[in-house]
């Protein structure tokens, strides 16, 4: 299926649906870019999306554009102010490009709060008049038996008619599989919190141990790194507490271990992209109805 994935980031859509055809991958960060460059061949366009005429977009011939847009106008740590949001224009000018192209498939990702938005209530509103069929789903990938929760809206809108989805447990691995057993606070001693901090916040902190067969860590934002508090989960080692590392989000999100992280960027910096990814199980699933048509197209071409 030729897919547009637009907000792309760091390439969870790629990573996580390899059968897609992404024909172009737009974003307007430059390390995010060149991080996905260093795992996918897609060509990927630097630009602010709110520039990119309908036009441009009607000619990728897309049969599904995917949508991450910022999550900040919706957020609760955001200014939740939502369609005035500076950071939601690009996203209502592509609202608006959905009404005018009405490519067969749109598929849109962002934070619990955005379907009670007016942004929301527009995008239902426009794509309904255009003929899409439309469904709001939740979903956290903590449901698919996975160890972190990042509890995510998922607009889902068709010309034709909505598939049935259906989620199932998708991992039954403890916490400690998606750790990274060489890290010691010898080798890397920036992950660990100092007593002082850890003086100051431990009461507040979200904390797991390896040793918990339950341990579910909490989402982590793309503040993780630079706020303490409500960005992500700490995990008891060597008698102390540390943040997880860049690869270890990289795992919990559903990453590969194949999945090559970038040497040239600093941590708090790949936290951040990986804090604005998606979460790898929960796409997977939700786009699974795009498999029969990578079935049928690969049937056609043999």
């Known amino acids: 299926m030729r897919t547009l994935e637009l907000y792309a980031g760091i390439g969870g859509l790629s990573a996580a649906c390899p059968w897609l055809d992404i024909v172009h991958a737009v974003d307007i960060n430059a390390d995010s870019r060149d991080w996905y460059q260093l795992n996918f061949d897609t060509p990927y366009v630097l630009r602010e999306l709110q520039s990119?005429?309908?036009?441009w977009l009607e000619q990728q011939h897309a049969e599904l554009w995917w949508m991450s847009p910022p999550c900040t106008p919706y957020t609760r740590r955001g200014n939740q102010n939502d369609a005035h949001d500076p950071r939601a224009q690009s996203f209502l000018h592509l609202i608006d490009c959905v009404q005018q192209v009405q490519?067969?498939?749109?598929?849109?990702?962002?934070?619990?709060g955005f379907e009670t938005s007016r942004t929301h209530v527009r995008l239902k509103a426009k794509w309904e008049q255009a003929g899409y069929q439309v469904a709001t789903l939740t979903k956290c990938p903590s449901e698919l038996g996975w160890?972190?929760?990042?509890?995510?809206?998922?607009?889902?809108?068709?010309r034709s008619n909505l598939p049935k989805f259906q989620f199932t447990r998708s991992s039954n691995m403890p916490l400690r599989a998606y750790l990274d057993q060489g890290i010691t606070?010898?080798?890397t001693?920036?992950?660990?919190?100092?007593?002082?901090?850890?003086?100051?916040?431990l009461h507040s902190l979200h904390r797991v141990a390896p040793t918990e067969p339950d341990a579910i860590t909490s989402c982590f934002a793309s503040s993780y790194g630079k706020v303490i508090n409500r960005a992500g989960s700490y995990l008891l080692a060597e008698g102390a507490f540390?943040?997880?590392s860049p690869r270890e989000v990289a795992n919990l999100l559903g990453f590969s271990a194949n999945f090559q992280l970038p040497l040239n960027l600093k941590i708090t910096r790949m936290w951040q992209l990986l804090g604005n990814s998606l979460s790898l199980p929960v796409i997977e699933q939700l786009l699974h109805f795009t498999r029969s048509h990578f079935t049928r197209t690969a049937e056609i071409n043999a």
């Open 103 to 112: 490519p067969p498939w749109v598929v849109v990702e962002n934070v619990v």
């Open 147 to 158: 160890p972190n929760r990042r509890p995510r809206i998922y607009v889902v809108a068709s």
């Open 189 to 201: 001693p920036e992950l660990w919190l100092d007593d002082r901090t850890l003086s100051r916040y």
């Open 242 to 244: 540390r943040r997880f």
């Open 52 to 55: 990119i005429p309908a036009r």
């Open 185 to 187: 606070r010898t080798n």
